[in-house]
């Protein structure tokens, strides 16, 4: 007799669903029998701009030393973000992307018979890491489409430990002001502790969201988490971190792999934060290509969330799966949102005016089919 080796997996465990992350271009590329490149990929919030050239070239650089473990103290890095975000090295963690961070949190202090709460609608990184260590999910129902924080606040109790808020939220692009994070934060109980995803930012400079940093040094219970894998263009090289006081940085830092984030990632997260330019660019190409969209959509005669993220989730009136199959036989890769709880819509990320134009021209097309 063997083993029910899914019925003997830990209850969290047996209900979850994987991530599902977006179509990889060479998948779709094969069933189409077509060239990748005439792939049009906007599905996972990828910065379409390309890599920084000095973080390619710091990437070169680190070549010669792959036979050596990384620095598992990433103190360069460190160094530069505590420097950049205004902390002391002893509250930055690094993780394998912020996703890392998220799972550092939940191993160190989530289990069974306490809980996390999250909002309808959030990443779907909360459930798993929430899941995967047995404890509960209290998925708090969403308020137009974003965080509604005074009902999370009503959902805390005594056996909450975290509560995962994201600013703006993935993949509905809904933010939160000042204000209300201000309010938030005074009412969260000192037991519970806020982790802040701020993986899209740097894209939300000059616009009323707040930025985390600014809460930090009032609120010892929360922590911020960012990442390499959007506007600074890292995405497949795993690089993010999180910014708290010493005292959660420690005891994230017990449950962390020795060596989670690479050398190559390292030299390549350092260059990448010192390329002001690059930056600068990707907001600008994100901007723009938000208001191409906007008014394709527009054209379409299709409404949307309000994003200030680098995606947008428009609302196609109707069950958006036929259309996201269609878009697909056109060589066009978004992102269905159904497993979000957002059946019509599907979630664009920006990108480059071509790929947006060759995605909006699909779009025409499928929808003009019926
Ligand atoms: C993309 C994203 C992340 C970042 O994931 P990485 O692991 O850093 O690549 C975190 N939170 C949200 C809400 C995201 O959309």
Known sequence: MSGDFLALAQPGVQQLSPYVPGKPVDELARELDIDPSRIVKLASNENPLGASPRALA?????LAELTRYPDG?????????????GVELDQVTLGNGSNDILELVARAYLAPGLNAVFSEHAFAVYPIVTQAVGADARVVPAKAWGHDLPAMLQAIDANTRVVFIANPNNPTGTWFGAEALDEFLQDVPAHVLVVLDEAYIEYAEGSDLPDGLDFLAAYPNLLVSRTFSKAYGLAALRVGYGLSTPVVADVLNRVRQPFNVNSLALAAACAA?????????????????????????????????????????????????????????EGVIVRPVANYGMPNHLRITVGLPAENSRFLEALTKVLARG
Do not use: H
């Not at 103190?75 to 973000?81: D, E, I, W």
């Not at 005669?301 to 109707?318: E, H, M, R, T």
């Open 273 to 329: 934060l010192q390329d002001a330019d690059y930056l600068a660019e990707s907001r600008r190409l994100n901007e723009a290509g938000m208001q191409q969209l906007e008014a394709g959509f527009l054209a379409l005669g299709l409404s949307w969330i309000p994003s200030k993220g680098n995606f947008i989730a428009v609302d196609l009136g109707q069950v958006a799966a036929p259309v996201f199959q269609g878009l697909l036989r």
């Open 58 to 62: 710091a990437i070169r650089d680190e």
């Open 73 to 85: 103290n990433g103190f360069a890095l460190k160094t530069l973000l505590a420097e950049r975000c």
